[in-house]
């Protein structure tokens, strides 16, 4: 095999850091560089399973944003189709947010808001129960991310990137905006989206 092969190297580490909010984490991949560029691992089963994440993904995305202040969000899919998500920037950059809305959980209506960019390799996993957006900070932005579910239109559901129960800093007031997204409600008034087992019928 030539030498950019992944074979070509005994090990390239991964770490995982657990974030304030049980269930996110954040997945620090190594880049491997000489005076070419550099090559990275961005996905790789049999070596994450060795450090601990054992998701199982079904579906990857790939989203373009041409201009700074595109805001994709607040976004989750209800069981049975909800989803965990893998998400990573390949070009640009974005600040990524992910919301606890599980009911009864004791971080319920906090977030984590993390800035990545095409120059750090960070990736962050956003398990059911959350919901996620991003808004890209640089042009021509590309963000990738594997789904654990396929898409299903009749189980996708959006909230208010602006609700002021969350207030989530994005780092703009005017965010171009899909007419979905625009009309999002509330938290509070899209009621439980991921019930708590003794909310459920």
């Known amino acids: 095999m030539g030498g950019d092969s992944p074979a070509a190297t005994d090990q390239l580490p991964m ?5 304030q909010i049980d269930g996110l984490l954040l997945i620090h991949p190594d880049r491997i ?8 691992e961005t996905w790789s089963r049999p070596r994450l399973e060795q450090i ?7 579906q990857d995305n790939l989203s373009y944003s041409a201009e700074p202040g595109t805001l994709r969000g607040l976004h989750c899919q209800r069981a049975p189709f909800d989803q965990g998500k893998l998400v990573g920037v390949i070009t640009g950059a ?15 209506g906090r977030h984590f808001s993390i800035d ?3 120059d750090d390799p960070v990736l962050i996993y956003v398990p059911s129960g959350f919901l996620h957006g991003f808004v890209t900070r640089a042009p021509r932005t590309r963000v990738a991310y594997k789904t654990t579910q396929a898409y299903s239109a009749d ?4 909230i208010a990137w602006n609700d002021p129960d969350l207030a989530i800093d994005w780092g703009t007031q005017s965010p171009i905006l899909s007419k979905k997204d625009a009309a999002a ?4 008034d899209a009621g439980p989206l991921f019930p708590s087992p003794s909310l459920r019928s």
Not at 94 to 108: F, K, N, P, Q
């Open 15 to 19: 770490r995982i850091e657990d974030l």
């Open 155 to 158: 189980h996708d559901r959006s």
């Open 33 to 40: 560089g000489d005076q070419r560029g550099w090559f990275c």
């Open 116 to 118: 990545i960019s095409e």
């Open 52 to 58: 601990g994440f054992t998701q199982d993904f079904v």
């Open 185 to 188: 409600p509330t938290l509070r």
């Open 94 to 108: 974005i600040r990524d947010v992910a919301v606890d809305v599980r009911e009864g959980s004791t971080t319920y």
